[in-house]
């Protein structure tokens, strides 16, 4: 299993990779407007200053055509280091040019995934990482779950090496799901992650124990 950081925030980056294996930063245009403006490829080394060389940082290419979006994967290798992963949307532009990228020893996230169907023939072209997005699938009453299920079937019984980062979470029990109907790796955002360690149950629950253990031994500490 794999928890990945939806987000470019040099904050919240710094402060999740001291408490989770983080596997990996992932981002798109929409993830980059957050971050306002700062100039983009400055941006990403700084988040590869940050992760160190071993976690991927995911990127999003910006073309929409086959041409551009090669030229757009060259860039963004030439500028983020060859172990980033091209993140390139599922389309039919999108689906040769991964093939192309694959022929040229890139590592891609096929991504913006809403259909089956997408996601087979992403398989089939190569990509590393097959990214569907549980919650806008959800608002168009796609059924997420199977479809991973479905898209984890297939990657068993063909013995592909390709993972399911599945993206696009509102809330935690998404993110539940997700990983049970077969997702290997998860990318979630900051809050929400924030949100799943946040709960009063678990202060409390930690609080009654240090009580408990001073009205013992009175003191706070083991020894
Ligand atoms: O990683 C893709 C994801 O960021 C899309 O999420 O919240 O825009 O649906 P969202």
Not at 80 to 98: M, N, R
Not at 113 to 130: F, H, P, V
């Amino acid at each position: 299993m794999e928890f990945m950081l939806d987000s470019l925030n040099l904050d919240a980056i710094k402060t999740w990779k001291q408490f989770i294996p983080l596997a990996g930063v992932t981002s798109n245009p929409t993830i980059t407007r957050m971050e306002g403006g700062k100039p983009f490829f400055q941006h990403i080394r700084q988040v590869r200053d940050l992760v160190g060389d071993s976690v991927p940082i995911h990127v999003q290419v910006i073309a929409q055509d086959y041409q551009g979006i090669l030229a757009d994967a060259a860039r963004i290798r030439q500028e983020c280091g060859l172990s980033t992963y091209i993140k390139v949307p599922t389309t039919k532009e999108g689906l040769a040019a991964i093939q192309s990228l694959k022929n040229d020893g890139y590592f891609v996230t096929a991504t913006a995934i809403y259909t089956a169907i997408q996601g087979l023939l992403a398989i089939e072209a190569g990509a590393d990482y097959l990214a569907p997005y549980f919650n806008r699938m959800e608002n168009l009453d796609i059924d997420p779950e199977m479809v991973i299920h479905q898209l984890w079937q297939v990657i068993e019984r063909e013995k592909k090496s390709c993972k399911i980062v599945a993206a696009s979470f509102k809330n935690l029990a998404q993110v539940s799901r997700a990983i049970a109907a077969g997702a290997q790796a998860v990318t979630v955002s900051p809050d929400l992650l924030e949100a799943g360690l946040a709960h009063p149950s678990i202060a409390k629950a930690v609080d009654d124990f240090a009580k408990d253990w001073e009205a013992t031994y009175q003191r706070t500490s083991l020894d």
